[in-house]
């Protein structure tokens, strides 16, 4: 054979090997019936790998699967949810809710979920890259470290406890649009509480340094099939998978319990069926390892009318069987404000005030904890009302031992507006506000082994407008069953099956437009 033919047939095969090597895997199949929510489709990586890509179609337009993915080592590695672009992990960078890292060789497992399966057989196809060069510029990434106080003075700090960054695969913005829209709005911290992942985490610090009079708080949502929960103050993942591998809520709870962060009820009563997939709460409540509860579910303009009242229903629903909880307000915000249509709620509508001494993450967790909140169902400019004890009892948490205190509630901005007093559920007394300052005094008692709770809202005409939190009274520790009074049953969309069938239509239709899920 000729030398420059021989030249020729060994860099053709070259090139052959080449290109088989750089071929996809294609990993095909039909999602399994049974085994609970969550499956796994392994696949290896081979030494010398530097990035992979994952391409994953659910190859249907009536189901829906959820995509994330877990390493060699068994570690979790990210959760895009319905993020439509492939992951790519690298050594130094991966796209949005995915974490770089070493790639080592060995059984890599795409780890899916079943978020909708209407039609069967359900399929699924993947496609798996093994890359020997990256694609992906190195990231800034660093371990989230808690930010020294920005502000030691003991007072109503005013922030939103629910808001996405575009580590979620449903939300556009990055941190710095987060902040300074946050700051725009006059709100001094915000929760950034991504679905299912941890790669927020990496980039808080760094934007924190950046914006240094709005406090970047660490969270998640842990997004599950039948319901969504808050980890305030959350640094670490804790695995979401229910069912699987020994994962259960009880001890997903107990992992955010040991970080200290406070876990909190999402917008409980946001039924709208496959259209808000999982949003209601359905879960178990564990009053031990849960702390606090949506009672603004939006801001009041665009969906807290329709599902605020029936949030507080519930919350005090929950009360009536001794299950203490803050009430905080959360505008689940994907957008930092930008582009919102009539359904989406910008930061801070609404608004939670938490009272601590300083502006820290450890400090506004030991406000939830204790149930020093206030909650602005429109947003900051809404009128403020706070109460207090005028008794000295001490205070163990959010509840006063001894067995009868005068509570004064204190309103600023409130002209014209009515002051309710909500006791042990009911609704006891109202008063028209007719000064600024404006203050109320009512007195608590608690029946002997019975523990019971006050609460004030404002309300323009017949809607609340800002509520506070519950403040426990009880001779004895730990509480006694609860007071409770007659009322009348909740009304609103506390399951949505009696709803209107226009209205739920029309909502629905607003979410779909927005995004495929919640």
């Known amino acids: 054979m000729p030398h420059g033919l021989a030249r020729l047939v060994v860099l053709l095969g070259t090139l052959f090997v080449t290109s088989a090597r750089a071929a996809p895997l294609i990993l095909e199949g039909e999602v399994p019936e049974d085994g609970g929510a969550f499956f796994t489709v392994p696949f290896t990586v081979t030494r010398g790998t530097v990035e992979l890509s994952v391409r994953h179609d659910d190859l249907s337009s009536s189901n829906i699967l959820d995509w994330g993915l877990i390493d060699a080592t068994n570690d979790f590695r990210g959760w895009g949810g319905g993020n439509s672009e492939p992951i790519v992990i690298g050594r130094t960078a991966a796209s949005r809710s995915y974490l770089p890292g070493a790639l080592d060789a060995g059984q890599w497992k795409v780890l899916v979920g079943k978020a909708q399966i209407n ?5 699924y196809r993947i496609e798996v890259e093994l890359r020997t060069s990256s694609t992906l510029s190195a990231q800034d990434r660093s371990p989230y470290t808690p930010a020294a106080p920005l502000d030691d003075t003991a007072r109503w700090y005013s922030g939103d406890l629910h808001v996405h960054s575009i580590e979620s695969g449903d939300a556009r913005p990055g941190l710095d649009e987060i902040a300074t829209f946050t700051r ?7 929760a950034v509480s991504d679905h299912n992942t941890s790669s927020h985490y990496d980039f808080i610090s760094a934007a924190q340094g950046r914006h240094p009079r709005v406090l970047l ?3 998640v949502e842990f997004t599950t099939y039948a319901g969504h929960l808050n980890a305030f103050g959350a640094s670490q993942f804790v695995p979401f998978w229910l ?6 809520l009880q001890s997903a709870l107990q992992a955010f319990d040991r970080q200290g962060a406070i876990a909190t009820i999402n917008h409980p009563t946001l039924d709208l069926g496959s259209f808000c997939i999982g949003c209601a709460w359905q879960q178990p409540v564990v009053p031990s390892l849960m702390r606090a509860i949506e009672i603004g579910v939006g801001g009041w303009d665009e969906t807290g009318s329709l599902f605020d009242e029936s949030a507080i229903a519930y919350w005090e629903a929950l009360a009536d069987q001794g299950v203490h909880l803050t009430a905080v307000g959360g505008s689940d915000d994907h957008r930092a404000g930008v582009g919102l249509n009539q359904t989406q709620s910008p930061i801070g509508s609404p608004t939670t005030l938490l009272y601590s001494t300083e502006l820290s993450v450890a400090g506004l967790t030991r406000a939830l904890r204790e149930g020093r909140s206030v909650v602005k169902l429109r947003g900051p400019e809404d009128p403020f009302v706070s109460i207090s004890s005028l008794t000295t009892l ?6 006063l031992v001894g067995s009868s205190s005068t509570v004064q509630a204190l309103v600023t901005g409130g002209g014209g507006t009515t002051l309710v007093w909500v006791e042990n559920g009911v609704p006891v007394q109202e008063i028209v506000v007719t000064s600024d300052p404006f203050t109320s005094e009512r007195t608590l008692t608690a029946p002997d082994g019975r523990s019971a709770r006050l609460r004030a809202e404002l309300r323009v005409g017949a809607s609340p407008r800002t509520v506070t ?15 409770t009074g007659a009322r009348p049953e909740a009304k609103g969309c506390q399951g949505c099956s009696e ?15 927005t995004r495929r899920r919640a």
Do not use: N, Y
Not at 394 to 399: C, L
Not at 469 to 483: I, R
Not at 499 to 513: H, P
């Open 499 to 513: 709803a209107d069938g226009a209205l739920l239509g029309v909502l629905a239709l607003a979410f779909l437009l």
């Open 184 to 190: 725009s709005r006059g709100l001094d911290f915000v």
């Open 119 to 123: 039609s069967r057989p359900a399929k």
């Open 469 to 483: 939190s519950h403040l426990w009274l009880a001779a004895d520790s730990p509480p006694g069953p609860p007071v």
């Open 394 to 399: 001490p205070r163990v948490g959010d509840t």
């Open 243 to 248: 069912g699987r591998d020994g994962v259960t």
């Open 217 to 219: 708080v660490p969270s």
